[in-house]
């Protein structure tokens, strides 16, 4: 058992082929006790399932879900982070073959000055090709692509028997779509083959605009969405009354080369990697309603409407990734992503409610992101249901936990849900209610793990799995 000191300190219990340490996602809450392991091959992978040693295993990729879904108290988390071998490619198909520990990042890093980027990308590159498969992860461009999980042709699934399957759309097909959006509960991602996207530059040309609410917002987006591949938009969260949602609109596509200014010498060039690290946690009460407030005022000012800027790849789609340990900004205790998505039909209705809801609550989210939804998947457990996406960092304070169920209420009301990647709060009640697939992803898990060893402590609190 991890002691208080050694969750604190981060120190850890060394044991046969694992190590006993304090294990947290990307909000730093929960912070839970685990067995890690760090396998270099599959055969050693394949040998920690054989082995019999822990009670329940989950994968791990890089912890950039939010909550408790790479998490297993008391039980074994296998980290991919060593399996992470690009194994072919095919430029004429763009199709990328590699092992599920790869990064997003290390792929762009690769494949940009070659003219691939990522068909689908969250909204960091510190995400391996195996998480972004089990959160079935989307990015600025879903209006127009979908998920991840469209541009994943094929991988390789080592389920808890010891068994490798193949799936794909037309081999496995239900489990081939139990996997994308199922948290690592089927089976272990060995590999991937994944389509990437040919590209001629680095560079984005991004349109800025100001929207003066949530409804201004929403109808430019329904407007002229179709002309932009990514779009995405910054919404103030306390601002009220006819105000409410007042939003910066930025949306981009990729630009061709023959686009670029002079200076750019090197179209396909890696953009610099900018960079500093938030050396310290920030005090709890540092993020509080009137410095957001105060925040949120500037940068609405700050932006201006502007057309055709030329933003690089980095910049555009990971501006977060430039500050090292963004996350000890909320303190110690940490802090909750709370993601929804909400039908086009009532959807707007249901944004306002959780920000007046927010509001009254007197907590302020730093972070405020609203983004559109096309088509859902047929992923079982996938998020994306067509309609928006709001998204908000609430730290972890006295209170959090009713008002997030109370949010959690007026999701379901309107028809919505929570991401499974975000999520650290939700109840079984609320999550069964929201998913209404989930039958069915337990009946396919059922059949694919019978003794129920792939477990995480998310999956046990939401009762996806048997306790
Ligand atoms: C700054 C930031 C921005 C983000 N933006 C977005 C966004 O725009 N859109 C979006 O969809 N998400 C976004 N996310 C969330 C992130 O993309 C997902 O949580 C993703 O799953 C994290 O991948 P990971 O490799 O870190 O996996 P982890 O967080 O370690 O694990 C996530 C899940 O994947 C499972 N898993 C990992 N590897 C494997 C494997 N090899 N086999 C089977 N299961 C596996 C784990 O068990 C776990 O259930 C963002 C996160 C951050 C921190």
Redo the contacts with the bound molecule.
Sequence with gaps: MCARNDMRNGKVAMAEGFKTQALS??GRFPVECCNVYRPESQRQLAAILDSGAQPSL?????????GD??LNRQGGVIC?TR?NRFLAFDAQASVLECE??V?LGEIVQYFLPRGFFLAV????K???????????????NHHQDG??GNFVLDFKLLTSSGETLSCSPNNNFEIFWA?HG?????????SARIKLRPVESAWVLVDYQKATNLEDALERMAESDVHYQYSVAWIDCLATGRDMGRAVLMRGNHAPAKELPARVRDPLAEPPQRGWTLPFDFPSLALNSLTVRAFNAFYYRLHRNAARQLVDVEKFFYP??AIQH??RLYGRRGFV?YQVALPLEGGLEGLKEVLTRLAHSRRASFLAVLKRFGKPNPGLLS?PIQGYTLALDLPVARGLMPLLHELDRVVLNYGGRI????DAATTSQSFAAMYPKLEQFRAIKGRLDPRGLLS?S?ARRLAIVEK
Excluded: C, E
């Design positions: 996602g990307w989950i994968s791990f990729g890089l912890g950039r879900s939010y879904a790479p991919h399996l599920a520990g990064s990308t969250p909204g960091t510190f995400v391996t090709v195996g998480g972004a498969i089990a959160a079935d992860v989307h990015g600025k998920t991840f996997t199922g948290m690592g509960l089927t089976g272990i991602i060995l977060l990734d963004w996350n992503q998020f991401y499974l990647a975000k995480s998310q």
